[in-house]
T-cell receptor, first 108, second 116 residues
Framework: AQRVTQPEKLLSVFKGAPVELKCNYSYSGSPELFWYVQYSRQRLQLLLR??SRESIKGFTADLNKGETSFHLKKPFAQEEDSAMYYC??????????FGEGTQLTVNP | DAMVIQNPRYQVTQFGKPVTLSCSQT?????MYWYQQKSSQAPKLLFH???????NEADTPDNFQSRRPNTSFCFLDIRSPGLGDAAMYLC???????????????FGPGTRLLVL
């Protein structure tokens, strides 16, 4: 069965510091991975997709099939990055399996 | 703005009293999803519609049903809510099909259900 693990429920960094949100997955098929973000009082929204290999708001994520990881990184965190971040794995039929999320707080 | 709308934002019901949550979309997407999210937990997929085809998750209780009368609307019916059904219910849509970006899910703001 598929599973997504985000080991840190809470992560706190200072503004300007690098940040890495960890995500590991378990899936027997070819994985499609996503990061979704939820800012305070806003709806859940897509941040980035691994297949796009893009950088959104300074965030990047690389799929490492050997380590079954899809960690989200940003070299210099900003206060507006404070939010709940969910890693998600797409399986058959457009289904998404979410991790439990990491609450990121960027302190001034 | 084209979007996913959920009403109401907060719903209070009594133990055992049927309740319906509503979702509408102006994106003209083929796929609509219902997720349950309990406090400090991941959103959990209950079921989804691809057009009119209903896809139930294996572990979704029979107490939860869904209807999609047309492309724009989808309803979540809880036949006999229990205390354990108190949660945030999220509706989402996606275009469906293959191709870049078609699987991106767009979420509504959620309906928080309280069971007394």
């Amino acid at each position: 069965a598929q599973r997504v693990t985000q080991p840190e429920k809470l992560l706190s960094v200072f503004k300007g510091a690098p940040v890495e949100l960890k995500c590991n997955y378990s899936y027997s098929g070819s994985p499609e991975l996503f990061w979704y973000v939820q800012y305070s009082r806003q709806r859940l929204q897509l941040l980035l997709r691994h297949i796009s290999r893009e950088s959104i708001k300074g965030f990047t994520a690389d799929l490492n099939k050997g380590e079954t990881s899809f960690h989200l990184k940003k070299p210099f965190a900003q206060e507006e990055d404070s939010a709940m971040y969910y890693c998600a794995l797409q399986t058959s039929g457009s289904r998404l399996t979410f991790g439990e999320g990491t609450q990121l707080t960027v302190n001034p | 703005d084209a979007m996913v709308i959920q009403n109401p934002r907060y719903q209070v019901t009594q133990f055992g009293k049927p309740v319906t949550l509503s979702c509408s979309q102006t994106l003209n997407h083929n796929v609509m999803y219902w997720y349950q999210q309990k406090s400090s937990q991941a959103p959990k997929l209950l079921f989804h519609y691809y057009d009119k085809d209903f896809n139930n998750e294996a572990d979704t209780p029979d107490n939860f049903q869904s209807r999609r009368p047309n492309t724009s609307f989808c309803f979540l019916d809880i036949r006999s809510p229990g205390l354990g059904d108190a949660a945030m219910y999220l509706c989402a849509t996606s275009r469906g099909g293959s191709g870049r970006g078609r699987e991106t899910q767009y979420f509504g703001p959620g309906t928080r259900l309280l069971v007394l």
